[in-house]
């Protein structure tokens, strides 16, 4: 059922294993398979779920009354009509809704009584169609992670092996994986070096690529996992196409999942930064003023060790507006959007 909203919705956010982003986006679309509609602007059929904040539109010199805010973010600056009594959509936390069933970049998560009823209603009706079975089971599914790019450091973790992880397959008793060397603009056609495990018994779980097969750099190689449950047919498959590279220095290439960060959002006369570095390496911590593009660096050059971090920052003497707090680290920028009202 939720193949289509996958690969619309979810993969192509889908970049770090993204379990709270590309999470939330398959919770919400599961939610209209299950009965559930948008809840800020439409009958949706509960009377517990929030509508949005009332407000006069204010879009291109355009005066649109009495419409229904759907609050992507916290956010003062989304202008209303000129005149207009009502007040800005999304200026205040009370207005912005972590109801599964609206848009909202804090991963919201919230369903109410009545959204687990239609739900649930949905799920025990008689002869619904989302519950089948075969020979009384639910046949297997193939799934895994693997990086897009591999480096292949000696020392990289862990040990300079590649792990295919396939935790998230389910339901097999038994699987193969089909490695072969391939031209990325064409990968349904193998090129040689293929390896073909033959059927494993047991479920996939973590299984090291290396340990049975020999990468090598500037190559693409398609990796494909078969699982089976020999009571549930048809067996499932899933591929990926990967590039492996040779080692970068430093031994461990910054990539977007090297530093996470967090920050006090919005801010006032305190701004705190907590982050997290995966690897060691060099931090600056930078504020940039979105309207006059003028750089304060918060953070000199500083080479910092793998761990968590928090940084604070006395602000009161910065002045109000919409700022992009950057985390320059081994010279990959991270960025987010802070406001100080
Ligand atoms: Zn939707």
């Not at 968590?308 to 010279?331: C, D, H, P, V, W």
Request: aromatic share 12%; with cysteine.
């Amino acid at each position: 059922m939720f193949n289509n909203d996958y690969f619309k919705y979810v993969q192509p956010a889908c970049r770090n294993w993204s379990l709270i982003y590309s999470g939330s986006l398959l919770n919400h679309e599961i939610g209209h398979t299950l009965s559930l509609r948008h809840t800020w602007n439409e009958d949706d059929g509960c009377l517990d779920t929030p509508l949005g904040n009332l407000y006069d539109e204010y879009k291109n010199g355009v005066c649109t009354l009495n419409q229904r805010a759907n609050c992507w973010g916290y956010d003062p600056s989304i202008p209303t009509c000129p005149g207009s009594n009502k007040g800005k959509p999304c200026d205040e936390w009370y207005k912005i809704s972590n109801n599964m069933m609206d848009y909202n970049q804090y991963a919201p998560h919230a369903v109410t009584e009545c959204q687990i009823a239609r739900m649930n209603a949905d799920l025990t009706n008689a002869g619904n169609r989302f519950i089948h079975s075969c020979n009384g089971c639910m046949p297997s599914v193939a799934f895994f992670q693997l990086p897009d790019v591999y480096y292949l450091c000696p020392s990289s973790p862990p040990t300079g092996a590649l792990f295919l992880n396939g935790t998230a397959s389910f339901n097999e008793n038994r699987w193969l994986i089909d490695i072969c060397e391939v031209d990325p603009a064409n990968p349904s056609v193998c090129l040689g070096n293929n390896i073909n495990t033959g059927w494993n018994i047991g479920q996939v779980g973590r299984v090291n690529l290396s340990s049975f097969y020999t990468f090598q750099p500037n190559k693409h190689y398609r990796v494909k996992l078969i699982v089976d449950n020999s009571d549930c047919p048809p067996s499932s498959e899933f591929t990926k196409v990967i590039e492996v590279k040779n080692c970068i220095e430093p031994e461990y290439p910054p990539h977007e999942s090297s530093l996470q960060f967090a920050a006090t959002n919005p801010f006032s006369d305190h701004l705190t930064v907590f982050y997290t570095a995966s690897i060691p390496g060099n931090l600056q911590i930078r504020l940039l003023n979105v309207n006059t593009g003028s750089i304060s660096i918060l953070l000199p050059d500083t080479e910092i060790e793998p761990g968590e971090y928090q940084f604070y920052q006395e602000s009161s003497a910065i002045s109000s507006g919409t700022y992009s707090l950057q985390l320059l680290f081994n010279n990959y920028l991270f960025a987010k959007t802070i406001v100080k009202p």
